[in-house]
């Protein structure tokens, strides 16, 4: 009897031994999931939201991640967000300068859950801010147009007047005056991410006013402007994105915002049981952040290239 009754505690041991080490292997091979918030234009503009999306694709074929995500139409981002953080994400990410108010409101509601917040910068510890020296990229793109322009007339198109865009803004233009001072940089601003009729109206303004270099960032109203330059048979650069394919007779190459870069990192970080520490983290030509995609339908002089190796700082 005695021998029956250790052989039962034995063997309830190595079963509770058993299920201890099941529970962590499951806790240790628990997948990493993340909830991505778009920007109000959604997936398909070619520039931010899909970089986005194409990092998190990355990680989940590389790293084993999954992820869902929103596209906010509605311009409802609190809704969105939370729908998504009530999915149990480990952590919640949100594109532009629209989505700061939905990820301020829920980060205090919600102290325990990570966010991530790009292009603008948040005060709550829960969330981690990152910004891009985009002035740094768009300064290279100012030199290529500066070097490049016959007319001495290049455009510059924004989105909506805020602090990112006005940084490609000033990149743009420094770049253009510091290899050509007598060249005119026109400026506008269409004041919408997401009317693409409103950037071919811009460029063609900019067109007959002897502009022949365009660089647009304006989300979706850049796509419009990039096409408008291919009818145009004037040059342009992309943005956030290699946007060669969107215009291939016109678009030189483009200033890269490597987000999806950015947050592949950072899931690769969670992947590792790290914790993300919140505070902004931000990246220029130096840790890789932004650059310059391949050059193509122009090819640069030996000083051309060499004034723009030594700006990018290869």
């Not at 300068?97 to 990570?114: R, T």
């Not at 770049?175 to 001072?181: C, K, L, M």
Request: hydrophobic letters at 40%.
């Amino acid at each position: 009897m005695k021998r029956h009754w250790f052989g039962l505690l034995l063997l309830g041991t190595l079963l509770m031994g058993c299920n201890s080490q099941e529970a962590v292997s499951e806790e240790k091979n628990k997948e990493i999931s993340a909830g991505l918030l778009v920007t109000e234009s959604g997936l398909g503009d070619d520039s931010f939201s899909d970089s986005a999306f194409r990092g998190l694709e990355q990680a989940r074929d590389e790293l084993g991640i999954t992820f869902d995500y929103r596209e906010p139409f509605d311009k409802n981002y609190e809704k969105h967000m939370k729908d998504l953080i009530e999915q149990g994400h480990d952590v919640i990410i949100g594109l532009g300068y629209n989505s700061q108010g939905a990820i301020d409101a829920l980060a205090e509601g919600y102290p325990e859950q990570p966010f991530v917040l790009i292009d603008a910068v948040s005060e709550f510890e829960n969330v981690t801010s990152i910004t891009f020296k985009e002035d740094e990229g768009s300064y290279l793109i100012g030199l290529i147009a500066g070097m490049r322009t016959e007319s001495d007339v290049v455009g510059f198109i924004g989105g909506e007047r805020i602090p990112v865009v006005e940084r490609f803004e000033k990149g743009f233009v420094d770049g253009v005056e510091q290899v050509n001072p007598e060249a005119e940089v026109l400026v506008n601003y269409a004041e919408t991410f997401d009317d693409d009729r409103k950037g071919a109206e811009i460029t063609r303004s900019m067109v007959e006013q002897g502009a022949d270099y365009i660089f647009p960032a304006a989300g979706f109203t850049g796509i419009g402007a990039l096409k408008e330059a291919q009818k145009q048979g004037v040059y342009a650069f992309g943005v956030d994105s290699d946007q060669f394919f969107v215009a291939e007779k016109a678009v030189v190459t483009s200033m890269l915002k490597n987000l999806d870069v950015a947050l592949y990192d950072v899931m690769n970080q969670l992947v590792k049981g790290e914790q993300l520490k919140g505070g902004q983290i931000t990246l220029g030509v130096k840790e890789k952040g932004v650059g310059l995609a391949p050059i193509r339908l122009i090819e640069l002089t030996a000083e051309q290239q060499e004034t723009l190796d030594k700006e990018s700082g290869q």
